[in-house]
């Protein structure tokens, strides 16, 4: 069952969220969870892509592939939970289907 998807804007959010939750380290892309029952049957995506990724041709294609990997892959993640989506400069140069693939293995342990 599709659950309700929503982006993380506020910077307090992903402050909380970087605090609070659980930090999983990959090789193209990292990810912080959050589990909070505040949500009401939702879940809150963030996307970040730091300067180090390169200039912002860079950072807003891993920002695009990020959302195409969070519409394939987070809504099929666990309900009242935050997740946010940490891109590395590796994630632009690896294939999509592997990336689907280290997404689904890191938001399932």
């Given amino acids: 069952m599709a659950q309700n998807i929503f982006t993380i804007k506020k910077r307090s959010t992903f402050v909380i969220i970087r605090n609070e939750g659980k930090f999983i380290k990959g090789k193209n892309i990292n990810v912080q969870i959050l ?5 009401e049957n939702s879940i809150g995506v963030g996307y970040t892509a730091s ?3 390169g200039n912002a041709v860079k950072r807003n294609k891993a920002k695009r592939i990020m959302r195409e990997l969070a519409r394939k892959i987070i ?3 666990k309900i009242n939970s935050y997740y946010v989506l940490i891109a590395k400069s590796s ?19």
């Fill in 75 to 77: 809504i099929n993640g």
């Fill in 35 to 39: 589990y909070n029952q505040d949500l």
């Fill in 91 to 109: 994630l632009l140069n690896e294939k999509f289907d592997k990336l689907l693939i280290e997404l689904k293995e890191k938001i399932n342990d």
């Fill in 51 to 53: 300067k180090k990724i």
